[in-house]
């Protein structure tokens, strides 16, 4: 009796419970209903592009930044993908610092003895060369679904890329052109070649800049490297001094032997000149001398006298012991 009662008492408190419970759910019901259509909107950011998937087969690679909608899961589902950030990662051979400080802590200081015993991955250039280089590459995401769908890490396919290009490149350059001017035609090949390989692989990466952040010798040869590059730094500063002095003589040269051709032209023309106007004296005085002989000579006598007495010293000595005497004595000044 008291089981019923206490029965009956707890009745009208579970009808109630149960119609909480039922409206509770009605309003999920209704709230889910209306929330689900709306969770297809979304947004693409201004530097991503997303790629829209239906049941899991791309339909749309390229959808624009702004907001788009979509058929909710599990139908359509979108994947965002940054396409203008500018990316960068480091690929090459060398030792990185920080393992050379690990190695060095557990074994102690490197140096050129011991530094066989620490692997360090290294290049041969084409002249049978050891060198360590590394390179600093930027890149951005150009075509998201082939970055997606292609490879698992797109970005390791493009650092084994890089590391292929350096040594391909490398085999074709010696270690003086790689360490010193030929850096730059070094770069612009190993660019060219690594944008080849990633588009002959569709990874949906560009590669737009490839930098060599440092290209070294062994550490145990690098002294004489470096004695080497100043040696032909010095032989290029004493060419250049040589080539500069040549451009200077050169044209001086030039222009002292133009002067003196010029004198001796001038010099040429005088003498002709003077000898053919002595030569048409000549032709005239011999004209008057056939004419008069005796005039001619006199006139040549006194001409003479008057061309060479002013150019010398006269002395007039007088009477002489009551002789009326003239000594007429001529001195050269």
């Known amino acids: ?9 707890f009745s009208s408190e579970l009808l109630i ?3 909480i419970s039922r409206r509770l759910l009605f309003w999920i019901f209704i709230l ?3 929330c689900y259509p709306l969770s297809g909107i979304y947004i ?3 530097n991503e592009t997303g790629i829209l998937k239906k049941f899991g087969r791309v339909v749309n ?16 589902k979108v994947i965002k993908v940054s396409t203008k950030e500018i990316r960068r990662f480091q690929a090459g051979f060398g030792a990185d610092p920080e393992e050379v400080n690990r190695y060095e802590r557990d074994f102690g200081a490197l140096d050129g003895n011991r530094l066989g015993s620490f692997v360090v991955p290294y290049c041969i250039t084409g002249d049978k060369n050891i060198i360590h280089m590394k390179i600093i590459a930027q890149y951005r995401i150009d075509d998201p679904k082939a970055y997606l769908t292609r490879f698992k890490d797109a970005e390791g396919v493009a650092l084994r890329c890089i590391q292929s290009a350096i040594l391909k490149r490398l085999s074709y350059a010696d270690v003086d052109s790689a360490l010193t001017a030929g850096r730059v035609v070094l770069q612009k090949d190993i660019l060219a070649d690594v944008q080849k390989q990633l588009s002959d692989l569709n990874t949906g990466i560009t590669v737009f800049s490839a930098e060599i952040k440092n290209a ?4 145990s040869v690098a002294q004489a490297f470096k004695d080497v590059i100043n040696a032909r730094e010095e032989l290029r500063a004493m060419v250049h001094d040589a080539q500069a002095y040549r451009n200077q003589i050169i044209p001086e040269g030039k222009a002292e032997a133009a002067r003196i051709l010029n004198e001796a032209q001038a010099y040429k023309t005088k003498k002709i000149a003077h000898a053919r106007g002595e030569a048409q004296r000549f032709e005239l005085l011999a ?3 056939n004419k008069d002989k005796e005039l001619t000579t006199r006139r040549l006598r006194l001409d003479t006298l008057a061309e060479i007495l002013p150019s010398v010293r006269k002395l007039i000595v007088g009477t002489e012991q009551g002789e009326d005497i003239a000594n007429l004595r001529f001195l050269t000044r």
């Open 32 to 34: 889910a209903v209306i």
């Open 61 to 76: 690679r390229r959808v624009s930044s702004g907001l788009h909608y979509r058929i909710p899961w599990p139908v359509d």
């Open 216 to 219: 070294r010798p062994p550490a």
């Open 287 to 289: 004209s008057e001398f």
């Open 1 to 9: 009796m008291k089981w019923a009662d206490n029965r009956s008492e």
């Open 44 to 46: 693409v950011g201004v």
């Open 17 to 19: 419970l149960r119609r």
